[in-house]
């Protein structure tokens, strides 16, 4: 029973993370610490075993969402390596201070973390794109199938000073940083939409192999669960891969704002308190 719970929870972040090009590490380890700290149903499981669970799961739910994506073409290559490149040095960093944290500093961290992506969510199509990134960075062109051009680019040095950051949270939390690339893809560096998801899970499922070999190293990897989330992951990435091209996901996004900032001020005060 608990193993299909784990799959299912695998299947629904990699149908969410390969949509919206979350990864789908920010759906499974709210949803991990939730039924183990509200159902007691993985007592055995800290939050450095989740967080472990989580980096190995993007390795195949990048896996398989990078392969649909590089089918119609919307993979930047060049872009995805060099945002890789500032990534893993930030995950290694930040899954060695993850080696520290007890679960009340866990919750609390990360709590805020959720609070902070769905108030990303909610106001980033409010925000009004920034043009200074590509008109004093490298530059690009993407042509999509309707024959039109786009025109994105960023400076090299920003680019591998947020992917730090980006790979440090991924490190520490577990998450696949497409929550934030994303919308800075698209805002500060104007990626066409489709090109930002893309792109963006071929850093993390990059991220997530350097990710997980940290992580092994730190016997952080529950096994038993791994081999039940995997699976569901995998094919849930390739779902979310094939409704990107077919859905309007701005449904789901109002519901992923929803579910992050409640589960998010859940875990702060959890956090707060149980400490």
Avoid: C
């Avoid at 380890?29 to 472990?52: N, R, Y």
């Avoid at 609390?108 to 980033?124: E, N, P, S």
């Amino acid at each position: 029973m608990i193993f299909l719970l784990i799959a299912l929870v695998g299947l629904l972040s990699g149908i969410v993370g390969a949509l919206i090009g979350l990864g789908g590490g920010v759906i499974l380890v709210p949803a991990m610490l939730f039924l183990g700290t509200s159902f007691a149903f993985f007592p055995e499981l800290p939050p450095q075993k989740i967080v472990g669970l989580s980096v190995i799961m993007m390795i195949f739910t990048g896996l398989s969402s990078t392969l649909s994506y590089m089918k119609v073409k919307t993979v930047d290559y060049r872009s995805g390596l060099l945002f890789f490149a500032g990534s893993a040095p930030g995950t290694i960093i930040g899954a060695f201070v993850n080696k520290g944290l007890d679960l009340p500093s866990f919750q609390l961290y990360f709590g805020i973390l959720l609070v902070f992506l769905a108030l990303l969510l909610l106001v980033k199509d409010r925000l009004k794109a920034v043009h200074w990134f590509v008109q004093n960075g490298r530059n690009f062109t993407f042509r999509d199938s309707m024959n039109k051009e786009y025109v994105y680019g960023y400076p090299v040095w920003f680019a591998l000073l947020l992917t730090f950051g980006v790979g440090f949270a991924s490190g520490l939390f577990g998450i696949g940083g497409g929550s934030i690339m994303v919308p800075a893809m698209i805002l500060l560096f104007l990626f066409p939409p489709h090109v930002a998801v893309g792109t963006s899970m071929f850093m993390v499922f990059l991220s997530a192999i350097v990710n997980s070999i940290t992580h092994l190293s730190l016997g952080n990897v529950p096994w038993l669960y791994t081999l039940a989330v995997v699976p569901g992951a995998y094919v849930g990435a390739k779902i979310g891969a094939a409704w990107n091209k077919k859905v309007d996901s701005g449904t789901l996004v109002v519901i992923l704002r929803i579910a992050l900032l409640v589960l998010g001020l859940r875990s702060v005060y959890e956090g707060i308190f149980s400490s």
